[in-house]
């Protein structure tokens, strides 16, 4: 099975994360398939940047995507809604 999910880069107390296709026995860090996007929190506001034609493109063919990402996902939704 291949999911969506974060991977954790940076340093300590300056995370930021990928967001990246892997199959799902691989580790949190482990070898991905593509690179889709990027994450970071600890700008104000958070900086969420994904490539929307990949992402449509994976979970067409079945990808499923991590919980946290969603949330995320979101969230980014709602916020360029309402601003």
């Given at each position: 099975?291949?999911?969506?999910?974060?991977?954790?880069?940076g340093?300590?107390?300056?995370?930021?994360?990928r967001?990246?296709?892997?199959?799902?026995?691989?580790?949190?860090?482990?070898?991905?398939i593509e690179?889709?996007?990027?994450?970071?929190p600890?700008?104000?506001p958070?900086?969420?940047?994904?490539?929307?034609?990949?992402?449509?493109?994976?979970?067409?063919?079945?990808?499923?995507m991590?919980?946290?990402?969603?949330?995320l996902l979101?969230?980014?939704?709602?916020?360029?809604?309402?601003?």
């Open positions: 099975m291949v999911k969506i999910r974060l991977v954790r880069m340093t300590k107390h300056k995370p930021f994360f967001i990246v296709v892997v199959d799902s026995k691989e580790k949190r860090n482990g070898k991905a690179k889709i996007g990027f994450y970071d600890k700008t104000k958070f900086t969420l940047k994904i490539n929307q034609k990949r992402l449509d493109y994976w979970l067409s063919v079945g990808a499923q991590n919980p946290v990402l969603k949330k979101k969230n980014e939704k709602n916020s360029s809604i309402t601003g």
